[in-house]
């Protein structure tokens, strides 16, 4: 049978690129974004190179809880079953916290956190009715620790989701789910996309869009618990941000 796997937030940026490598793979597609324009722009690409692959597309804001059940719901139904979802949606609006950027921090907030339990609520009902399915949960390199500036709430909403995928794995842990249901946490690193495009000029680690997603995409098919990706420099780094004594963390980023 076919894999499929459902992509949120894939109009660009690393879902997009997400969809084309799985499309690569064989995998059929479900893809969900607000701009659907650049979502048939997508199919349209993928069933050029790959005339075999389904390709279904759905609007979707993931803020609109209602529609992220129905729509789960019908690319499951279109597709005939869903083996993975990808929770990826997200915003990196923000500014620092108590300087009147309350809207921003809170639409961010709202995106990716609340609507990625959202999506997790539904894809897990999925999971649960299959009785078999892998939850893929993107969160950042940010959610290692608390992060300054305007990037204090979307690391903190990186945070939350990474434990939100973590506690779906603790619940499933000696139950029958266990060996059927998988639970991923992806943690990138700077990988060029349309959200880190004005640091792309600031950092000599930032990996192209191609190779940080195709290590994406490795650890997912492995179905490891957790994965830093790419993995040089950044699992190397993820414990000493974790751990550096806060004058050091502060100085390195």
Known sequence: ??????????????GAEMARQFAAKGYD???????????EELRSEILAAHPGRRVAVRALDVNDHDAVFTVFGELREELGHLDRVVVNAG????????????????????????GALAQTEA???IFRDQQAGHLVMVSSMGAMRGMPGSITTYAATKAGVAHLAEGVRTELYGTPLQKKVAVTVLYPGYIRSEMNDKVEQATPLMASTEKGVAAMVAAVEKEVADACVPPLPWSVLAPVMKHAPLPVFKRLI
């Open 29 to 39: 597609v479900g893809l969900c974004a607000r701009r659907t324009d650049r979502l």
């Open 123 to 125: 894809a897990m009902e």
């Open 91 to 114: 915003l990196g609006k923000g500014g620092k916290l108590g300087t009147g950027k309350f809207a921003a921090n809170l639409e961010t907030a709202q995106t990716n956190f609340i």
């Open 1 to 14: 049978m076919t894999q499929t796997i459902l992509i949120t937030g894939a109009s660009s940026g690393l």
